[in-house]
């Protein structure tokens, strides 16, 4: 099959993060500081994206903003002529490095939001002040002009702030908010007892979404990503595996979406051995679930097969333990109907949560 090049990079600068927020994606072995890519590495890796097509880059973690050379690494990609998007929780950032960040290039800020008062967001993201911060970080954004989006991850627990969510979103001049159901992958994992939403939830969620983007037509961008466990048919994930864009771990590790590694039998190539551009397109983990050929029945045989791609490998692996069987999340699995009954029982837990660490 022909591969295009990617259009975006995930660049997971570091794994360090000052909140624990439960949901975390991020593996539950972490990586160590001293392992990161430096300065240097990370330059070279943001010439090799542009060169290869990439078109934008998302600076995430962990916290992006831990690492002391985050003006450097903004102005590195930048040079590099790619639109950077700091992917932050806004703790570290003071008005004179948001003036440094933009200077450097910044292009645009995506701001968490772990609930929308203190009580709800501190206690989420386990980080005392953490909401009070983040609110004075995005008037600072505000006045600097720097395009914001604000993200609010949405589970049992906070899925009612749903629509004042929406409101501090035009209160605090975002252009857009990314509402996401929580994908559970890493430290979400063993907090599905906690966080899972209930279905009258997630309905009530999606129709939440879909009257505000009528209401709010040209005045907010609202992305929606709604509850797996819930769903009729998977998302595609990453718009399919190995098709629009990569991930580049704090250690240098090249993988197609985030939770990759949680496919055990895969092997991931490392910027520090090969050029990202013949990792892309000949990497062993990149061609494994390209197109449509690996799939088994019924995704083989089925007219949604190009749509969403059989849905999520991570899913299929975490749940199945096998990364080629469809994702038990769509209706035409024969395990969506035990997939149903799991997140019921997930959602009617009342289990305490288990915090993310650095």
Same mark, same amino acid.
């Not at 005392?128 to 049992?156: C, I, S, Y």
């Not at 709604?226 to 704090?250: E, F, I, Q, R």
């Not at 009954?341 to 650095?358: G, K, N, P, Q």
């Given at each position: 099959?022909?591969?295009?090049?990617?259009?975006?990079?995930?660049?997971?600068?570091?794994?360090?993060?000052?909140?624990?927020?439960?949901?975390?994606?991020?593996?539950?072995?972490?990586?160590? @500081?001293?392992?990161?890519?430096?300065?240097?590495?990370?330059?070279?890796?943001?010439?090799?994206?542009?060169?290869?097509?990439?078109?934008?880059?998302?600076?995430?973690?962990?916290?992006?903003?831990?690492?002391?050379?985050?003006?450097?690494?903004?102005?590195?990609?930048?040079?590099?002529?790619?639109?950077?998007?700091?992917?932050?929780?806004?703790?570290?950032?003071?008005?004179?490095?948001?003036?440094?960040?933009?200077?450097? !290039?910044l292009? /645009?800020?995506?701001?968490?939001?772990?609930?929308t008062?203190?009580?709800?967001?501190?206690?989420? !993201?386990?980080?005392?002040?953490?909401?009070?911060? @983040? &609110?004075?970080?995005?008037?600072?954004?505000?006045?600097?002009?720097?395009?914001?989006?604000?993200?609010?991850?949405?589970?049992?627990?906070?899925?009612?702030?749903?629509?004042?969510?929406?409101?501090?979103?035009?209160?605090?001049g975002?252009?857009?908010?990314?509402?996401?159901?929580?994908?559970?992958?890493?430290?979400? &994992?063993?907090?599905?007892?906690?966080l &899972? *939403?209930?279905?009258?939830?997630?309905?009530e969620?999606?129709?939440?979404?879909?009257?505000?983007?009528?209401?709010?037509?040209?005045?907010?961008v609202?992305?929606?990503? *709604?509850?797996?466990?819930?769903?009729?048919?998977? @998302?595609?994930?990453?718009?399919?595996?190995?098709?629009?864009?990569?991930?580049?771990?704090?250690?240098?590790?090249?993988?197609?979406?985030?939770?990759?590694?949680?496919?055990?039998?895969?092997?991931?190539?490392?910027?520090?051995?090969?050029?990202l551009?013949?990792?892309?397109?000949?990497?062993?983990?990149?061609?494994?679930?390209?197109?449509?050929?690996?799939?088994?029945?019924?995704?083989?045989?089925?007219?949604?097969?190009?749509?969403?791609?059989?849905?999520?490998?991570?899913?299929?692996?975490?749940?199945?333990?096998?990364?080629?069987?469809?994702?038990?999340?769509?209706v @035409?699995? *024969?395990? /969506?109907?035990?997939?149903a009954?799991?997140?019921?029982?997930?959602?009617?837990?009342?289990?305490?949560?288990?915090?993310?660490?650095?």
């Open positions: 099959m022909t591969v295009p090049p990617p259009i975006a990079m995930l660049a997971e600068l570091t794994h360090r993060c000052p909140l624990s927020c439960p949901y975390c994606s991020n593996p539950l072995e972490l990586t160590r @500081k001293e392992v990161e890519l430096s300065t240097a590495d990370w330059t070279r890796v943001f010439r090799e994206a542009a060169a290869l097509g990439v078109l934008q880059v998302h600076l995430s973690g962990g916290e992006p903003v831990s690492r002391r050379d985050i003006v450097d690494l903004v102005r590195a990609a930048a040079a590099a002529g790619l639109y950077t998007n700091l992917v932050t929780s806004g703790v570290g950032l003071t008005q004179a490095r948001i003036a440094a960040l933009d200077a450097a !290039g292009d /645009h800020v995506q701001l968490s939001l772990q609930g008062d203190a009580e709800m967001a501190d206690r989420i !993201g386990g980080y005392a002040g953490g909401f009070a911060r @983040k &609110m004075a970080v995005a008037a600072l954004l505000r006045d600097a002009g720097l395009p914001m989006t604000l993200n609010f991850v949405m589970h049992r627990m906070n899925m009612q702030q749903l629509p004042r969510a929406i409101e501090m979103a035009v209160e605090l975002a252009r857009r908010i990314e509402v996401a159901t929580v994908q559970f992958h890493g430290w979400a &994992m063993p907090n599905r007892g906690a &899972m *939403p209930s279905r009258d939830q997630a309905r969620a999606s129709r939440t979404v879909a009257e505000a983007r009528d209401r709010l037509s040209g005045v907010l609202i992305d929606y990503v *709604p509850a797996d466990y819930h769903a009729t048919y998977p @998302k595609a994930c990453m718009g399919g595996w190995g098709s629009t864009g990569l991930n580049v771990t704090p250690d240098g590790t090249v993988l197609p979406c985030h939770a990759a590694q949680e496919i055990r039998h895969l092997t991931f190539d490392n910027v520090r051995d090969r050029g551009a013949e990792i892309w397109y000949d990497g062993a983990a990149f061609n494994a679930y390209r197109g449509t050929e690996w799939m088994q029945e019924p995704c083989r045989s089925c007219a949604r097969k190009a749509v969403d791609f059989g849905g999520c490998r991570c899913q299929a692996m975490a749940l199945l333990g096998d990364p080629a069987a469809t994702d038990p999340v769509c @035409k699995s *024969p395990e /969506h109907a035990r997939l009954e799991m997140a019921e029982s997930f959602a009617d837990a009342r289990a305490d949560l288990v915090y993310r660490h650095a």
